[in-house]
């Protein structure tokens, strides 16, 4: 498994917010949401050169909105199913709008491995490369590479 680093500096998602407390396939039922309402929010999506949607991310952070990293060994937190947009961006009614804060991340590309990836970033390979996981796991689904899923952890 690769792991690769990049800074990436504080960026704004809007998307469908729900949280673990709603119980199983609450992510499932936010992108099902996000994908049926899409058309609201594509005019603030960042786009490259060629039009496209820059990122989608299914975006975490700790249930104080703190983007610390989910709580109770990472099964209670919450969880934004967005695209990033322009900072300027103001959600719509019904969607909510967060400001990711910079971190330096450690990043794993997800091949139907996830519990996998996890486990061996968090378990083993953050632990043996004395990296501490500074904030809220991101998973970040490349448009380019037909919607890849990557996991960003925040590292230091």
């Known amino acids: 498994m690769e792991v690769k680093f990049a800074k990436k500096e504080s960026f704004s998602v809007i998307g469908k917010l729900g949280s673990t407390n709603e119980g199983g396939n609450f992510i499932e ?3 099902a949401s996000f994908n049926q309402e ?3 929010v594509l005019k603030y999506a960042k786009k490259d050169n060629k039009g496209r949607v820059l990122g989608i991310w299914g975006a975490m952070s700790s249930m104080d909105s703190s983007f610390s990293p989910w709580e109770d060994n990472y099964g209670k937190g919450l969880y934004l199913a967005g695209v990033e947009v322009e900072d300027s ?3 719509p009614l019904g969607w909510t709008r967060w400001k990711i804060p910079t971190f330096n991340y450690a990043y794993v590309k997800v091949e139907d491995n996830y519990s996998e990836v996890f486990r061996y970033m ?3 390979y953050l632990p043996n490369n004395k990296l501490n ?3 809220a796991i991101q998973e970040y689904y490349c448009v380019e590479e037909n919607m890849q899923l990557y996991l960003f952890f925040p590292v230091d």
């Open 29 to 31: 039922k936010l992108w």
């Open 38 to 40: 899409f058309q609201k």
């Open 89 to 91: 961006a103001v959600a």
């Open 122 to 124: 968090i378990g083993e």
């Open 133 to 135: 996981l500074v904030g």
